[in-house]
């Protein structure tokens, strides 16, 4: 398998301004015609090149060059080569492909009935030949063809222009997409669908028809969709001046789906999971999820279509700028405090470990062998950090001339992360060409912080200093510009003794000096979490729990309390027996708090996952860790009962109030009853129940049975059977069924695990299913990092069973088994071994011939 190299990008020879593209459409065979205008590229290096079209499993059924059918050409791998003469020519193809059998889900597959397709990376090539890469920018014009009953529905990009009825009880329909694009945006939809509609009158007064694309019976769940739609609209145009430019708006819902969604230019096309839902299936996380998922993808219309990416080493261009779009709009919609712990909680959950693991790679990355694995958390959520930085440093005025020059400057062109920086400097004056580092260096820095304090002079001098670990093919670092907000809150008063300001570390080490501090100070830095590095701050629990209940800013208010875990937990894994009261009495004033809104207490109280304690070990011992965090769990249960009993009991008002308060009521419900559970298992087990039997709404349903799950009681085994007798016919439900099952914290996991993956609803087949499984099992650290090895087994057994299907799916599951290089040696030398033994299975996929041998190395 071929490595691919950013500095080996190389203009393209051939440009494709417009293409014709003829669907005759069927499930299990669909004929595509196409008719490329191709132009020799003035910027081309190589003269006379032929043209070069990439094919994936494609074999040409006819060749015409201006109409004369030709057979000059010659097949390169999988690639066509087509010699051409001049400078300007018409090539026509013809090609043959069954979408029922691609079980891949790239290009062009059939569910559920229906036609769908998924271009990007590059699925595109196994429709047509095409020259597949995002800097060839065509004009689309499409004719699908199909039989009306069976595929009354035909959509594409752009607008329709002309529909029509052919012999035989068929129709066709032609569109046209004034905006050229890149073939990862294309898609087409078949299928007997019905539409919610809707409309929205953009900011220069224009109507754009909205509509979401379900099975019939699936219409009553579109609404949240829809609301969340017109809203990010309504957004976009508010916070960055984008309008939407198109007369058509369309969404599509698909059951089997690699991605969560995907942003083809006016015809955005959906993983079901994240367009249905209503409260008795849904919970208020998915619920939220639809409306982050739903507006980034339509944000991606400006970043991403309108502007778009040179090669796919740029993918952080769109999609870190993306993700920062989607978390603003997120938090502008409820609470800003909230969504920025979430955010950071992901980000420490999952990339941290990724950038200190063996696939660990820079947000523009240098090489790769298949582009689908780098869709990761990495160029997702650190790009987003990255974005963050810079709204940071150069506040939202000039952040956003910034981007109103980026979106004017390169408005129907493919460009690069740099093109980027240029216009953020060029409309701000302000340089950033010391952040850039941050798009080529790998790792999480690691920051060290000591204030010390001087009585008599009034004096305070905080020395800070910075180092990241060696990260693959990243031997030695450099130095990163580290942004960090920072205050001083008095110990004594509680209140900011020195105001905040933006600290930036941008040497080896650093120190400030705060004059004028007439009483003790505390170090609140990192506010906001201003850059996704760790702060090692050095602070005596005394400090952190005064911090915990005075900060005025709230993310350091929760990190306050995080670190307080930390040191207890920690002192656990090592065997030591911590002091538990510090944090104990600052749980109990923070659910006491009259002022705290109860979403900001249930995530302040949630202790830190037994994942992202592993990432402060040097040796991960996974029972240690787990036993650690179990016992601080249930000496919190002891010592806080009836607080968490006044919590979990609290009155959130009716399941469909989808209010930030009743949100947070109810995830402060569960998260205490989880503790509670901790503290006392049967009476947590009777709580529970009696909470799931109560329920009105999935949020409430999920977070009892969530705490069953975890339980050796026989309400568990009751609750799980109910659930799924009453949503036996709700795929998106069972999939949470699954998930949770995979999650339980308890011996038996591993044997249940087991059995539900030979259960007659588990299939490798379906995307969703498969990560509900296989994927929240690879996150239970305790179990799957089971001493037998048995876990390691399992995933592996399924990652070799899924990579015959679908090897995008299937290399998904690969990283948690790339952890055992921390892991001690028993556990180390199993996950090898079964690292080992999928990079040595015989026709392995490039997916996961990539992540087993890079999990090795
Ligand atoms: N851009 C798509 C990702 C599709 C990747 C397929 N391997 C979804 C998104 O980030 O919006
Ligand atoms: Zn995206």
Same mark, same amino acid.
């Given at each position: 398998h071929a490595t691919i190299r950013r500095e080996d990008y190389r203009p393209p020879d051939w440009l494709v301004p417009q293409i014709e593209l003829k669907f005759t459409l069927g499930i299990e065979k669909t004929r595509v015609q196409a008719k490329l205008t191709v132009e020799r590229n003035p910027e081309g290096l190589e003269a006379g090149a032929p043209l070069l079209l990439n094919g994936d499993e494609l074999k040409p059924l006819g060749v015409w060059i201006d109409g004369n059918p030709s057979d000059s050409w010659t097949m390169k791998g999988d690639d066509l080569l087509i010699p051409l003469a001049g400078d300007a020519h018409e090539v026509a193809i013809d090609t043959e492909i069954n979408p029922f059998a691609n079980s891949k889900l790239m290009g062009l597959y059939a569910s559920n009935g229906m036609l769908c397709t998924q271009c990007e990376a590059e699925g595109f090539r196994r429709i047509t030949f095409f020259p597949d890469r995002p800097d060839v920018l065509s004009r689309y014009k499409v004719r699908m063809e199909a039989d009306e009953a069976q595929f009354p529905v035909l959509l594409t990009n752009g607008n329709p222009v002309e529909t029509g009825k052919s012999e035989g009880g068929r129709h066709w329909a032609e569109w046209e997409d004034p905006f050229p694009k890149p073939c990862y945006l294309f898609a087409l939809v078949a299928g007997d669908l019905k539409p919610n509609r809707d409309s929205f009158t953009t900011m220069s007064g224009r109507k754009v028809d909205l509509a979401i694309w379900v099975r019939k019976a699936d219409l009553p769940k579109t609404q949240h969709a829809m609301d969340s739609l017109k809203e990010a609209m309504a957004w976009d145009e508010r916070v960055y001046g984008r309008e939407y430019d198109l007369d058509l708006f369309n969404i599509v819902a698909v059951s089997d789906f690699n991605m969560g969604a995907m942003e083809n230019k006016g015809l955005n096309i959906f993983n079901s999971a994240y367009v249905l839902a209503d409260p008795d299936t849904a919970t208020d996380v998915d619920f939220d999820n639809i409306a982050r998922v739903v507006a980034h993808e339509y944000f991606h219309n400006w970043s991403g279509d309108r502007v778009t990416c040179r090669d796919w080493f740029q993918l952080s261009l769109k999609e870190g700028f993306t993700v920062f779009r989607d978390q603003s709009f997120s938090a502008d919609m409820g609470s800003a405090a909230v969504k920025r712990i979430e955010d950071v909680r992901i980000l420490r959950m999952v990339q941290f470990p990724e950038d200190s693991g063996p696939l660990s790679h820079p947000i523009r990355p240098d090489s790769y062998m298949e582009i689908s694995n780098f869709y990761t958390s990495t160029i997702y959520n650190k790009g987003?950090?990255? =974005?963050? %930085?810079?709204h940071t440093v150069l506040g939202p005025e000039k952040f956003r001339a910034g981007t109103d020059l980026y979106f004017e400057r390169h408005d129907g062109q493919a460009v690069t992360c740099d093109d980027f920086v240029e216009a953020l400097e060029d409309a701000s004056g302000v340089d950033l060409s010391q952040f850039k580092i941050w798009y080529s260096q790998a &790792?999480?820095?690691?920051? &060290?912080?000591?204030?010390?304090?001087?009585?008599?002079?009034?004096?305070a001098t905080l020395r800070l200093d910075q180092r990241v670990a060696p990260t693959p093919g990243q031997s030695s670092k450099q130095v990163m510009p580290i942004p960090l907000r920072t205050a001083l809150i008095g110990e004594e008063s509680g209140t900011e003794i020195a105001p905040e300001q933006l600290i930036l570390l941008d040497g080896l080490s650093r120190e400030v000096r705060f004059e004028g501090i007439d009483e003790?100070?505390?170090?609140? =830095?990192?506010?906001?979490?201003?850059? @996704?590095?760790?702060?090692? &701050?050095?602070?005596?629990? &005394?400090?952190?729990?005064r911090l915990a209940q005075s900060d005025t800013d709230p993310f350091a208010r929760y990190e306050a309390m995080q670190e307080l875990a930390f040191g207890a937990l920690l002192a656990g894994t090592r065997g030591e027996q911590a002091d538990f009261e510090p944090l104990i009495r600052a749980v109990r004033n923070t659910l006491r708090s009259n002022e705290l809104d109860p979403a900001f207490k249930a995530e302040a109280i949630l202790l830190p996952q037994e994942a992202v304690i592993a990432e402060r070990l040097e040796v991960i011992d996974p029972d240690a860790i787990h036993s650690a965090r179990e016992q601080l769990r249930k000496a919190m249960g002891e010592a806080l009962m009836d607080d968490l009993a006044k919590a979990q009991s609290a009155a959130a008002g009716s399941g469909d109030d989808l209010s930030p308060l009743a949100k947070g009521t109810r995830r402060l419900r569960s998260v205490t009853l989880g503790m509670l559970a901790a503290g006392d298992p049967q009476q947590g087990a009777r709580i529970a129940k009696a909470q799931f039997d109560a329920a009105d709404n999935m949020t409430d349903r999920q977070g009892a049975l969530g705490v069953l799950v975890s339980l050796d009681a026989p309400e568990r085994e009751q609750a799980l059977q109910a659930f799924y007798d009453r949503f036996e016919q709700d795929a998106l439900v069972i999939d949470k069924w699954f998930s949770l099952q995979a999650a339980a914290q308890r011996s038996g996991t591993l044997d249940e695990v087991e059995r539900l993956a030979s259960h007659p609803a588990f299939t490798l087949q379906n995307p969703n299913r498969l990560r509900a499984l296989v994927g929240s099992f690879g996150m239970n650290h305790w179990v799957f990092n089971d001493a037998s090895g048995r876990g390691y087994r399992f995933v592996a057994d399924m990652i070799i069973a899924a990579d015959r299907l679908n090897p995008q799916a299937a290399a998904r599951?690969? @990283?948690?088994?790339?952890?055992?290089?921390? %892991?001690?040696?028993?556990r180390s030398e199993l996950m090898r071994g079964q690292l080992e033994r999928i990079a040595d299975t015989r026709g392995l996929s490039r997916d996961v011939y990539e992540q087993a041998t890079k999990s090795l190395a």
């Open positions: 987003a950090e990255l =974005i963050r %930085m810079f &790792g999480t820095p690691q920051v &060290g912080a000591k204030l010390d304090y001087d009585a008599e002079a009034k004096a003790a100070p505390l170090l609140s =830095i990192n506010r906001g979490f201003s850059a @996704p590095v760790v702060v090692h &701050g050095a602070r005596r629990d &005394g400090e952190l729990e599951q690969v @990283p948690p088994l790339g952890r055992w290089r921390r %892991m001690e040696p028993k």
